[in-house]
T-cell receptor
């Protein structure tokens, strides 16, 4: 699976959009981009995934660049409960194990 | 369905003792994964099952570690002769075969003293 690069930490003001970047320049054509988050002392939680097109669900939006070498997870209106470590993962399919990096620690500030 | 359940939530053991953790996946999920997570790091993959078959084991899974999923439902992870370096959070996750979303349990925190 391709490797990903994420900033170690980010801050976001409560109520503002949180934009979390991820670089995956070696991504292959059949690899998906997944995002998970982990709130302190809990197991990781699935957020969203995509292949080529932008995706949106009730939690977030995923914007994938046309060349697929990078993506951005957008939390449209961040709340204090969104404070967590966010992991960007690239994997061939849903049937392969998730390989986590260190992720981005997002702190939402009141 | 209450999600993935892991027991115990916390375990303190003396070095050299054996410990066993249990994971109950979401019913009908045929994939089950074990991960280990140490402070400040992302979860590290250990092994996974498809139904009762263990399909892959990480190099992190030394001979002291063994995992089973005897009837394709719950799974156990045993660590023999525990060492202080085994202290970590052990996470279990499950998923359906043809879908990518994995659901994680709350984990078992192991402390070896």
């Amino acid at each position: 699976d391709a490797k990903t690069t994420q900033p170690p930490s980010m801050d976001c003001a409560e109520g503002r959009a949180a934009n979390l970047p991820c670089n995956h320049s070696t991504i292959s054509g059949n690899e998906y981009v997944y995002w998970y988050r982990q709130i302190h002392s809990q197991g990781p939680q699935y957020i969203i995934h995509g292949l080529k097109n932008n995706e949106t669900n009730e939690m977030a939006s995923l914007i994938i660049t046309e060349d697929r070498k990078s993506s951005t997870l957008i939390l449209p209106h961040a709340t204090l409960r969104d404070t967590a470590v966010y992991y960007c993962i690239v994997r061939v399919s849903g049937n392969t194990p998730l390989v986590f990096g260190k992720g981005t620690r997002l702190s939402v500030i009141a | 369905d209450t999600g993935v359940s892991q027991n115990p939530r916390h375990k303190i053991t003396k070095r050299g003792q054996n410990v066993t953790f249990r994971c109950d996946p979401i019913s009908e999920h045929n994939r089950l994964y074990w991960y280990r997570q140490t402070l400040g790091q992302g979860p590290e993959f250990l092994t996974y099952f498809q139904n009762e078959a263990q399909l892959e084991k990480s190099r992190l899974l030394s001979d002291r570690f063994s995992a089973e999923r005897p009837k394709g439902s719950f799974s156990t992870l045993e660590i023999q002769r525990t060492e202080q370096g085994d202290s970590a959070m052990y996470l279990c996750a499950s998923s359906l075969l043809l879908e990518g979303e994995a659901f994680f349990g709350q984990g078992t925190r192991l402390t070896v003293v």
